[in-house]
């Protein structure tokens, strides 16, 4: 019997709450830590654990038949792949921020200036649809040090507690987006797989409706 690919986080916020939620509805994984792929022992669902930006391809190829995943991802790069269910934790926005001495009363006040992100395409729609031309510097990680090394006027990232963007002297000053972490699926699944992923959903609506 094929099991179904789920994919997760390898590390970072979303990991703990995504476990979280395979343990309430009853998927217990052996979980060596370092493993990057763990099989459930008492369902046909197979864990991956893969960073965040590379799970939306690996969805598209069908490599992995689905994926607990923040809804901001796959607007960055998703296009093309279904989201079943909408998870509830791990609320984050993509948000502007700027210096903290820094003026800024509208988007327009960007144009022109260096913007970092590991939001390009979020970024770039956001941009387009407001008129605004900035220049965008792709960063991994750490994006809010940018205006500080003099990198970058403002910088585009997720925020959750604001505490990074508050100990690198950033103020947020615009919502791109809000996101929550989301179930989403492979445009290329088997119906024996398609049968697995209905289980699981079912019950991931059971638990959601009893953490209300
Ligand atoms: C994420 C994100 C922000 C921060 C937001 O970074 O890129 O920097 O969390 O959370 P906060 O508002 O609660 O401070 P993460 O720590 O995951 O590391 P990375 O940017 O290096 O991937
Ligand atoms: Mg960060």
């Known amino acids: 019997m094929s099991k179904l690919r789920i994919a997760v986080q390898k590390s970072g916020r979303l990991n703990e709450d995504s476990m979280g939620i395979l343990k309430d509805i009853g998927i217990s994984i052996d979980n060596g830590k370092d493993q990057l792929k763990a099989s459930a022992r008492n369902f046909p669902v197979e864990v991956f654990y893969l960073r965040n ?13 689905a994926a607990i995943i923040g809804e901001n991802v796959l607007i960055e790069k998703g296009e093309g792949i279904n989201i079943v269910e909408k998870l509830g934790f791990s609320t984050c926005r993509v948000c502007i921020a700027v210096p903290k001495s820094a003026k800024y ?5 960007l144009e022109g200036k260096r913007i970092a992100t590991s939001y390009p395409n979020t970024v770039q729609m956001y941009l387009d649809k407001n008129n605004v031309k900035a220049n965008l510097h792709i960063i991994n990680g750490s994006v ?20 990074t963007l508050f100990k690198n002297n950033l103020k947020e000053v615009d919502t791109i987006l809000k996101s929550e972490a989301v179930l989403a699926v492979s445009p290329v699944l088997s119906e024996e797989k398609q049968a697995i992923l209905d289980k699981i959903q079912f019950r991931m609506q059971s638990v959601l409706k009893g953490r209300q």
């Open 144 to 163: 809010e040090i940018a205006p500080n090394i003099g990198l970058a006027d403002a910088i585009v990232d997720i925020v959750s507690s604001g505490s």
């Open 53 to 65: 930006g590379d799970i939306p391809q690996y969805l598209k190829d069908g490599v992995v038949d």
């Open 105 to 109: 009363s509208s988007i327009q006040d």
